[in-house]
């Protein structure tokens, strides 16, 4: 399938390079997308760079501003549905999410419309984070499993790959939610509209570079957010 690969980025030029490298070398026939909100360090010349000597197969869309991670992921998913893209993966940009597990999505996507990469499908699957952020991590997808119901085994995992009918029917452009909470949402959709989901394991590595984008403000709207998407639905 016509495969491209959407990635948010603020301020994420030292993983940048790195990330499209391994790309190549997993992928090698997959088009990126960097989506970016006007990041102060530069990623956005760096991306501009990257599509000049890559011109048919990495895309840079500028947004003029950071609105969080659901909003830029609207933008890139309407200009991937404006093009004849048949398979749409979303991942981070600071290397957590491993592009050596593409393959596994893209055999798992021939038979599903959404595979969720997943650090819990095999016992708990986290390289370098600390005991309280472990915890924070379970507690929060049990809590999401709790009120919607749905069946992941990681319900807040950022690296997922759909079809493009599936996209399309879900409605992401009315989601709500502006955060972290739009990455539940998507499955939440999913879920409720009866398509083909699954699970592939992964190995989520916490970055090498950079800042997390993870703060108690972020954990509050995830709160709040889960309830009203139950409510909402």
């Known amino acids: 399938m016509r495969t491209i690969i959407v990635v948010p980025t603020y ?24 989506v970016d909100d006007n990041s102060p360090d530069g990623t956005g010349e760096l991306a501009d760079e990257l ?14 501003k950071k609105e969080g991670l659901g909003k830029a992921y609207i933008d890139g998913f309407k200009w991937v549905l404006s093009k004849d893209y048949e398979c749409i993966v979303q991942m981070d940009a600071d290397l957590s999410h491993d592009p050596a597990h593409l393959p596994g999505f893209f055999e798992k ?15 708990i699957s986290v390289v370098n984070w600390d005991l309280k952020r472990l915890i924070m991590s379970k507690l929060a ?36 939610s502006s955060g972290y909470v739009f990455l539940v949402e998507m499955k939440y959709k999913a879920w409720r509209s009866g398509f083909r989901l699954a699970e592939v394991p992964i190995i989520f590595i916490e970055r090498k570079s950079g800042d997390s984008k993870l703060d108690w ?12 998407l139950r409510l909402k639905h």
């Open 141 to 176: 997808t049990n809590y999401v499993r709790a009120v919607t119901r749905v069946p992941f085994t990681d319900t807040t995992s950022g690296f997922s790959c759909w079809r493009r009918a599936a996209l399309e029917k879900i409605n992401f452009e009315d989601a709500f």
């Open 109 to 123: 996507i021939e038979e599903c419309d959404l595979v969720v990469g997943s650090r819990y499908l095999q016992g």
């Open 51 to 64: 599509s000049r000597q890559n011109p048919d197969r990495v895309f840079v869309l500028h947004r003029s």
């Open 11 to 34: 301020n994420e030029r030292q993983n940048l390079d790195e990330l499209w490298k391994k790309i190549q070398q997993f992928a090698p026939a997959a088009h990126v997308l960097i």
């Open 217 to 228: 403000k972020v954990i509050r709207e995830a709160v709040w957010g889960v309830v009203r």
